[in-house]
Nanobody, 133 residues
Framework: QVRLVESGGGAVQAGGSLILSCEVP???????????MGWFRQAPGKEREGVAT???????SYTHSVQGRFAISQDNAKNALYLQMNSLKPEDSAMYYC????????????????????????WGQGTQVTVSS
């Protein structure tokens, strides 16, 4: 089973920064008509939440609580997805997952995908982020 591979999680104090990375199989970037890549998170007892998504045209979308603090980016040449997280807050603590939504036809819109985790067909195993106050 194909999996994406996340790294970069850890423990940090409030106000600190982390960079999450995700190794993405090359065929996801080059084998479909379009795609969206995303970062999702889930804290204990809470529902999974879309954090940020980026489409193949590099358009991106963010959940309101991380706007201005987080930045999603991708490097197709390196088959990698990133999430730069700044000004971290305790409420950012969660397991963070990298995911891919591939399409055989038509475009992928990052804002549409952000709210629809069920569309993502490739997932990583997650990396834990813990922010202490």
């Amino acid at each position: 089973q194909v999996r994406l591979v996340e790294s970069g999680g850890g423990a940090v104090q409030a106000g600190g920064s982390l960079i999450l990375s995700c190794e993405v199989p090359g065929y996801i970037y080059r084998g479909y008509s379009s795609y969206c890549m995303g970062w999702f998170r889930q804290a204990p007892g809470k529902e999974r939440e879309g954090v940020a998504t980026i489409a193949d045209d590099d358009s991106s979308s963010y959940t309101h609580s991380v706007q201005g603090r987080f930045a999603i980016s991708q490097d197709n040449a390196k088959n990698a997805l990133y999430l730069q997280m700044n000004s971290l807050k305790p409420e950012d603590s969660a397991m963070y997952y990298c995911a891919a939504y591939t399409r055989e036809e038509g475009p992928c819109y990052s804002d549409y995908a952000l709210e629809r985790a069920e569309l993502f067909n490739y997932w990583g195993q997650g990396t834990q982020v813990t922010v202490s106050s």
